[in-house]
C-alpha cells in the first residue's frame, strides 16, 4: 500500500515533520507556500503517517466541500479536473490522484507574517535539503511548486535536476501582471526518468482558470506522454 520510499521518508524523517496529505502512490505533486492552521501539523506530519504505514491504514481523501471558492482546495480541486478532464462535483477529490505539501512548515494565514517568524528563512533552507531532496519526493513525474518566491529558479535547477524550456501568463493579455505566469521545466535526461515541474505562484483566490486550464494541458500531455495518463483515469 505505501511505497517503499514513502517509507524510508518517514523512518528518517522526525516525528514532527510536517509531511502532507492526499495519496503518496499519486503521479502528482502539489506544494503550496504553508500550511494555514496549526493544527493541520498533527494531522499529517511523520507521526501520522507512521501509524498509518504500521496499521496498513488508508487515509479519507474524499471530502465534502465547505470553503470559498477562492480557497486553495478548489483550485487544486479545479487543477485536478483539468488535468484529468473531469466534471465539477460538490466533492473533493483531488487527493486522490495528488499528494500535497508546503514548501515551508511554520502555519501562517498570510506570507507577510510567516516572514516575520525568525525561524522561516533557516527552517525553509534546511526543508530543502533534507525533505525536498529525498528519494520520495524526487520520484514524482510530475512537481507543481505553486509557492512563488520560496523558492527560485536556481533552487529548482539544482534540487530537482531540471532544465528551464517555457514560461507565459494566462490570460495572455496586455497587462503587467505577475498573478496568473507559470514556468516549465524538463529534467535533463529526458530518457532517464521523465519529470515536468511547474513554478508557479500560490494557487488561491484570484488565480484564473485560462492559468488552471493551460497548466493542467501540460501535465495530461506529460502524463500520457509516459504512459502514465491512463493509469490514473481508469
Request: net charge neutral; glycine share 4%.
Amino acid at each position: 500500500m505505501y511505497s517503499e520510499n514513502f517509507k524510508n521518508l518517514i523512518d528518517t524523517c522526525s516525528e514532527e515533520t510536517y509531511i502532507g496529505r492526499g495519496n503518496p502512490n499519486a503521479s502528482i505533486l502539489l506544494v503550496g507556500k504553508e500550511y494555514s492552521k496549526p493544527n493541520e501539523k498533527a494531522e499529517f506530519e511523520s507521526k501520522f503517517w507512521k501509524e498509518k504505514i504500521a496499521k496498513n491504514e488508508i487515509v479519507n481523501l474524499t471530502h465534502i466541500k465547505n470553503v470559498g471558492e477562492g480557497h486553495t482546495w478548489n483550485k487544486y480541486q479545479n487543477l485536478h479536473d483539468f488535468i484529468f478532464e473531469k466534471t465539477k462535483t460538490d466533492k473533493f477529490d483531488f487527493e486522490e490522484l495528488i499528494f500535497t505539501t508546503e514548501m515551508s512548515e511554520i502555519p501562517q494565514k498570510n506570507t507577510v507574517n510567516a516572514r516575520k517568524n525568525p525561524e522561516f528563512k533557516p527552517k525553509l533552507v534546511q526543508r530543502k535539503i533534507d525533505f525536498f531532496r529525498s528519494k520520495f519526493i524526487q520520484d514524482f513525474p510530475v512537481i507543481v511548486l505553486a509557492c512563488s518566491d520560496y523558492i527560485t529558479p536556481h533552487e529548482i535547477y539544482d534540487i530537482f535536476d531540471v532544465a528551464f524550456e517555457i514560461g507565459g501568463k494566462f490570460p495572455n493579455d496586455d497587462s503587467n501582471s505577475m498573478q496568473n505566469h507559470f514556468w516549465v521545466h524538463y529534467n535533463k535526461d529526458k530518457n532517464k526518468n521523465p519529470k515536468l515541474v511547474i513554478h508557479t505562484r500560490q494557487l488561491s483566490v484570484d488565480v484564473s482558470n485560462d492559468l488552471l486550464k493551460e497548466m493542467g494541458k501540460v501535465i495530461r500531455n506529460h502524463l500520457k506522454s509516459i504512459d502514465l495518463y491512463n493509469k490514473n483515469v481508469e
